[in-house]
């Protein structure tokens, strides 16, 4: 049976360690550049300022990140604390990099540029693309997933803890019988998808088009005019097409719930002999997970996006 650890930081630099679970709940998406914690534990003694929290599920790292609350109460029942804490790299989506044309640029280039993210790491990746353009107010997340696009059409990602990946690293199965699950189906969100893109060009025409064939289909039509992307000058239809894919991401999932928790993290592959709606289900990848705790023991909530990023 997977066991749970949380240990805090306190601003004295000591550490507490958190052990009578009421609820706990860990939460990453595909899309989002960071984990988020939250629950209740109570406590029998004081505790202080609380900085950080570390968790361990299995004695594996799943999460490292700085308190965005954390509480301590009393009621009848006893001294309580409650807390969320979003990763340490949330940090790439808050803060922004010096605007600019960036030639020839690693991972590592964008990684290290001006003040770095604490405790964020990296994958190894040597390879240029022809360039970065960072505009004004951008994040470096934002400066990472265009990297991400140009160099192999992927999304970048996050992994336990904290870790940026732009590349998949296609991992063994995790296999969930059919017994184990708990609750499944498949659904589709449309809201966020626009149908297509109009760009101006260096003329300050609306001459720079894509129309988003997933919208389409689906008789969808929100259209947006943009000004022009100095991004994607070296390939306008690309760009258009990154933007229009990602607001139709996760549009089609599957879920499933079953009793325990396996190790899975992002684009972690699932496979099982279950039916899903009458469908064969095959193998995989995770495109967002919710793992719960309590006292009756964990429950993994698991769902797998079909979009253009994901599952295709």
Not at 12 to 24: A, H
Not at 51 to 62: E, G, Q, R
């Amino acid at each position: 049976m997977s066991s749970i650890k949380i240990v805090a930081t306190q601003y004295n630099r000591t550490e507490v360690t958190l052990t009578d679970c009421v609820s706990f709940r860990l939460e990453k998406e595909r899309y989002t550049p960071y984990s988020i914690v939250s629950g209740m534990y109570a406590i029998n003694g004081d505790i202080g300022e609380v900085m950080h929290l570390t968790v361990y599920i299995d004695d594996v790292n799943v999460h490292y990140g700085p308190i965005d609350k954390f509480e301590v109460k009393e009621d009848s029942t006893g001294r309580y604390v409650t807390f969320r804490s979003s990763g340490f790299s949330m940090g790439l989506a808050q803060n922004n990099i010096t605007p600019g044309m960036r030639y020839s640029p690693t991972l590592e280039n964008l990684m290290v540029s001006g003040t770095e993210t604490p405790f964020v790491t990296w994958e190894n990746r040597t390879e240029t693309i022809r360039y970065i353009f960072v505009k004004e107010g951008s994040s470096r997340w934002d400066a990472i997933v265009a990297y991400g696009r140009k160099l192999n059409n992927s999304y970048p990602y996050i992994v336990f803890p904290n870790k940026v990946r732009v590349t998949w690293d296609d991992p063994a199965a995790i296999t969930i019988n059919e017994a184990e699950i708990i609750k499944k189906g498949s659904g589709s969100n449309y809201s966020s998808m626009v149908s297509g893109y109009y760009m101006k060009d260096i003329e300050d025409e609306y001459t720079l088009t894509y129309g988003s064939p997933v919208a389409g289909m689906r008789s969808i039509i929100r259209e947006k005019y943009i000004n022009l992307d100095r991004q994607w000058l070296d390939d306008p239809e690309g760009g258009l097409k990154h933007k229009t894919d990602y607001t139709s991401r996760g549009y089609r999932y599957y879920f499933l719930s079953y009793a325990g928790y396996k190790g899975e993290d992002l684009r972690s592959n699932i496979t099982t002999a279950a039916k899903i709606i009458g469908e064969d289900f095959g193998t995989k990848e995770v495109s967002r997970l919710v793992v719960e705790y309590s006292k009756k023991g964990f429950v993994t909530n698991l769902w797998f996006y079909e979009d253009e990023y994901a599952g295709i």
